[in-house]
């Protein structure tokens, strides 16, 4: 079973540093920070979705594959792809982001383990087809593009994202 830190409270250092950029942020074109605080409603929406898709992910095979799940259920060029991420993150003298390897990979990566894995993923989509929960991931990717590089989303993308977002909790009904 996964586990997910709670790490939304700042702290003493975090909010000391706040006043190391508070006067450039006030330099920036008031356009542009509006129109930051319009799109962290999306990464919100999204960083959510995403990590409650790593946690299906996670806890659907390691129940169905138990605790070697990642080498015996993913992929080999997603645990290839996560593992240079790993190596990338920690030869730059970072932090390790999480002990969960599932958190290094894409989101396209995730559509990719369903995809591989779908016979363990078909009772929770038991309704719908696999192309239709396949389907719904892609377009929820195609949402993720802009979100995830600082872009503004159009009024019709944010329609899409919504509704690709119930789209997918639709599909486990």
């Known amino acids: 079973m996964s586990t997910l830190k709670v790490t939304n409270v700042r702290s ?28 962290a409603e ?26 070697e799940w990642w080498s015996n259920a993913v992929p080999q060029s997603v645990r290839e792809n996560a593992q240079k991420n790993i190596d990338r993150e920690a030869s730059e003298g970072l932090p390790p982001r999480s002990t969960r390897p599932i958190e290094y990979t ?30 719904v991931l892609i377009r929820l990717n195609h949402a993720r593009g802009p979100i995830a590089h600082s872009n503004l989303l159009p009024e019709e993308e944010a329609v899409r994202l919504k509704l690709a977002v119930r789209d997918w909790y639709k599909l486990m009904e």
């Open 12 to 39: 003493a250092l975090e909010r000391e540093t706040d006043t190391l950029i508070s006067g450039y942020i006030d330099q920036i074109n008031f356009e542009i920070v509006s129109n930051a605080e319009r799109m």
């Open 42 to 67: 999306f990464y919100k929406v999204f960083f959510a979705l995403e990590n409650d898709i790593r946690n299906l992910v996670e806890e659907t095979l390691q129940s169905e594959r138990g605790d």
């Open 106 to 135: 894409t989101f396209g990566e995730l559509n990719d383990i369903i995809k591989e894995n779908w016979t363990s993923f078909s009772g929770i989509f038991s309704r719908v087809s696999k192309n239709r929960v396949l389907r």
